[in-house]
């Protein structure tokens, strides 16, 4: 089982994001459950993507909604770094 690590600039988005969308709440959740299980759940599309600074995970929990993310597999640790849609995650349409 993994360590879900929520830092205060992600907890702080979610909110936000959450507020903005409340019907996705039981599917953010479910995404949270599996994630800290098993982080290649097949529904969670676990993929790689760079950024300009960084190297990053990404999990899904629809087809419109992400969480990036940084996966420390040695730690069992899953550090949550942002939420939103493609644009907001991965800086482009």
């Known amino acids: 089982m993994f ?27 479910k995404t949270l459950e599996l994630l800290e299980l098993n982080p290649h759940h097949p529904s969670l599309r676990l993929h790689q993507f760079k950024t300009a600074s960084y190297l990053l995970y990404s999990v899904s929990i629809n087809l419109s909604y992400r969480i990036s993310l940084e996966l420390l597999v040695n730690e069992k640790e899953i550090i949550l770094i942002s939420i939103g849609d493609h644009q907001e995650i991965y800086g482009k349409k």
């Open 3 to 29: 360590k879900l690590v929520y830092t205060y600039t992600y907890e702080e988005k979610a909110k936000i994001f959450l507020k903005k969308h409340p019907d996705i709440i039981k599917q953010y959740r």
